[in-house]
């Protein structure tokens, strides 16, 4: 089962009424004699508490009259309150579209009265909508702009659901590192303050991220966990999601009668609170059971039913799941054609959700701002010096005039004269005007690619990271400017991690033998902002052949990245022939099966585009070239070849691009060479920490006042 994300509204009026009494409120709000203030508080009691999630429809109809009732007061803290409740009502109906647009209007309202919990909260609430849309760019932009809001005013309750909205966003696209950071700072806040509502959610999260992991026994503890408070507290919309957990990880386990019970009990709770897209993800659930039973009819069955839910409401992740079953199903029962119609669908839907607008978006957002800015920039210099141009041009004609008018005409050159001073100091006022204008659109541009860095670095491992992994290391990484199209990328490959080992099977799919380390340094075409936005596909084909595809061989996954790169490229109506160059390691160490010492065995298995892989061994520095062909469009394409090498304590491998060996300087401005890198890299004597810190002195003096060429990158390893 997927994560789910609670529905963020807040606001002081309504804090402890989860226990209504619908006849005393209704007298409230009937009572004329009541003030307004009491009568709208007590509507809005009745729809959140009392309809909103049995009978939304009913609830967009009380939220209606509060509205209109608040209209008529002039109140317009509960004018936006009600638009929020009817906006809540649409989105659990599945209308994204309406729900999107009551809630900018209640956001408007919000910021006019100086809401800010409020403004917050809609925020998170346009948030879950594009989420459940799987428009990953903007849900993130959401949640993030509302997480800045709840800081500012202190509200650890808004930041703790904040934190775990976002979590799930890198839970969806296989991040489980920082989801399972987010998650776990998510539950440590609401512990903290007793919130009882999140810390059931950020148990389910939890859970769903220790099935991602394989541990199947501490998925299902923290889904009791959460059980246990929501059935104490009779939370049906929390227990509906945890129920339908716990069914997830009896599927896991091959219990699918059980995984079937559970389903059902989760389904009977959705189908009473009208939650339209929650009843159509357990009839997945449902489905994907009858399936693997070999129930093929009725996992048709369910699973048609809930694809046409998953299409009412635009929830692109549960359509693309409900697809595949069904294209799994029709194709053994024999109906092809239905069969294909769903496999286009599945991969359509699949290529909405894993496309580059999710992963890349953001960085593509920052990037097209600086275009925009530069252009800007660029038409405001080109007409400063039209202005300039056009008034030599009048003075000119000025003193041609004047010279053949002569003494007769002295006065009315004298008036020219002073007019077009008059002139000159408005032009040039308007002229130092412009100048700053572009020196306040310079530092914007500056800014805007500074945080575009900021976002690029997101793609790179984290030093913990790669120090916990490979603790005698170190990474020497210049960028050119401020983004970069060199990249390095490092993951940790568990057996128990794969999700799924009888699918990869089934695909014929590289299997893993053991853990596995994978590091790679990758240097893409161009450098700077084109280099950045060709490192994040690059970066993200990489990511989807060891994650997706289940590939660790060194080769195996160049050849998939490289299918990948060249798939999303061909989207473009241009020919693009970008790419990248790249040396890839995967290290293994086991235990000596001769059982002559307890020393581990490293293996290293590796491949390369262009880039060789340089390995020290008895004081010596080898080679191993690699393939001659980049990541990306070539004639002639082969397989990339994995070269398997097998070191010992106190060797050492070198990962490098070729920015370091191209770099012009020195006293006669030439290139640094491989030949003197090589040499330096010999240095057995020095630590890892003082190779880079040699590699960076040298650097910097040979480059002197030159401009850099390239972008640098050089990972040194010692084992």
């Known amino acids: 089962m997927k994560l789910f994300l609670s529905i963020l509204f807040f606001f002081n009026a309504l804090a402890g009424t989860a226990q209504v009494n619908l006849d005393s409120l209704l007298k409230v709000w009937n009572n004329p004699q009541e ?9 809005a009691v009745i729809v959140l508490h009392g309809y909103l999630y049995s009978k939304p429809d009913s609830a967009f109809y009380y939220a209606h009259l509060q509205y209109d009732y608040s209209l008529k007061k002039g109140l317009k803290k509960y004018q936006a309150i009600a638009l929020s409740l009817q906006g809540i009502t649409l989105a659990m109906r599945g209308n994204n579209a309406k729900a999107i647009d009551y809630y900018l209007k209640a956001l408007k309202l919000f910021e006019e009265i100086g809401n800010k919990k409020n403004v917050a909260s809609t925020f998170n609430n346009i948030g879950l909508v594009y989420n459940e849309q799987a428009n990953y760019v903007k849900a993130i932009d959401y949640y993030s702009r509302g997480l800045k809001i709840q800081e500012e005013i202190g509200d650890t309750r808004g930041v703790a659901i904040s934190l775990g909205n976002i979590g799930l966003i890198y839970y969806t696209l296989a991040d489980y590192e920082k989801a399972l950071s987010y998650d776990t700072l998510s539950l440590r806040l609401s512990i903290e303050i007793g919130y009882e ?10 859970g769903a991220l220790y099935k991602s992991y394989g541990d199947l026994v501490k998925a299902k503890e923290y889904y009791e966990q959460a059980l246990k408070i929501q059935e104490s507290g009779k939370d049906k919309i929390g227990a509906a999601l945890t129920i339908g957990n716990i069914g997830g990880v009896y599927s896991s386990q091959g219990d699918y009668a059980k995984a079937i019970e559970y389903y059902n009990k989760s389904l009977k709770l959705r189908e009473e609170m009208g939650d339209k897209i929650g009843v159509g993800s357990t009839l997945i659930g449902i489905g994907d059971m009858y399936q693997k039973k070999g129930d093929l009819l009725k996992a048709i069955s369910y699973c048609k039913k809930a694809l046409s839910i998953a299409q009412e409401v635009g929830a692109a992740a549960d359509a693309k799941t409900a697809s595949g079953i069904l294209f799994e199903s029709f ?3 024999g109906q092809f054609k239905e069969a294909l119609e769903m496999h286009k669908l599945y991969i359509l839907m699949r290529d909405s959700i894993l496309s580059n607008e999710n992963k890349q978006g953001m960085m593509k957002q920052e990037m097209q701002y600086a275009y925009e800015k530069q252009k800007a920039l660029d038409e405001k210099e080109h007409d400063n010096e039209m202005a300039i141009s056009h008034e030599k041009e009048q003075k000119q004609k000025i003193i041609s005039y004047s010279t053949a008018g002569g003494l007769v005409l002295v006065m009315l050159f004298a008036f020219f004269v002073f007019t077009r001073l ?10 130092e005007e412009q100048k700053n204008l572009v020196e306040v659109k310079q530092k914007e541009i500056l800014d805007s690619i500074t945080y575009a860095k900021r976002l690029q670095e997101a793609i790179l491992p984290p030093d913990n990271f790669v120090k916990e992994h490979l603790p005698e290391s170190f990474i020497f990484y210049k960028p050119k400017d401020i983004v970069a ?3 390095y990328w490092m993951e940790k490959i568990s057996w128990e991690e794969t999700e799924s080992r009888r699918q990869l099977e089934k695909n014929n799919c590289q299997l893993p033998t053991a853990d596995c380390i994978l590091i790679a340094v990758a240097d893409c075409t161009g450098h700077g902002v084109p280099g950045a936005m060709v490192s994040l596909v690059c970066s993200n084909a990489l990511n989807r052949s060891v994650h997706e595809f289940g590939i660790t061989d060194p080769g195996k996954i160049l050849d998939k990245t490289r299918e990948l790169v060249l798939e999303t490229f061909a989207k473009s109506d241009t020919d693009v022939k970008d790419g990248m160059d790249i040396s890839l390691a995967a290290i293994t160490k086991s235990k000596d099966v001769n059982q002559k010492s307890t020393e581990e065995l490293t293996t290293l298995y590796w491949a390369g585009a262009n880039n060789s892989l340089w390995y020290l061994q008895n004081s010596e520095i080898k080679e191993i070239k690699a393939n001659k062909q980049p990541i990306g469009k070539t004639e002639h394409p082969k397989p990339f070849t994995t070269h398997t090498l097998e070191l010992k304590k106190g060797d050492s491998i070198f990962l490098f691009t070729d920015g370091f060996a191209d770099q012009f300087g020195g006293e006669k401005g030439k290139k640094f060479k491989y030949k003197p890198l090589k040499e330096m890299l010999q240095n057995e004597s020095l630590s890892p920490a003082q190779q880079k810190e040699n590699l960076v002195t040298i650097f910097n003096a040979w480059k ?3 401009e850099q060429v390239d972008d640098v990158c050089v990972i040194g390893i010692r084992f």
Not at 197 to 206: F, H, R, S
Not at 422 to 431: D, E, G, P, V, Y
Request: charged fraction near 25%; include cysteine; charge should be positive.
């Open 35 to 43: 003030s307004d203030t009491n009568r709208i508080k007590s509507m």
């Open 197 to 206: 509502q999140n810390i059931t959610l950020c148990y389910n999260n939890l």
């Open 331 to 333: 194709q053994k029962t």
């Open 422 to 431: 008059r002139i000159t100091a408005k032009q040039k006022k308007l002229i």
């Open 485 to 487: 199209g060199d990249f």
């Open 704 to 706: 002197g006042n030159l």
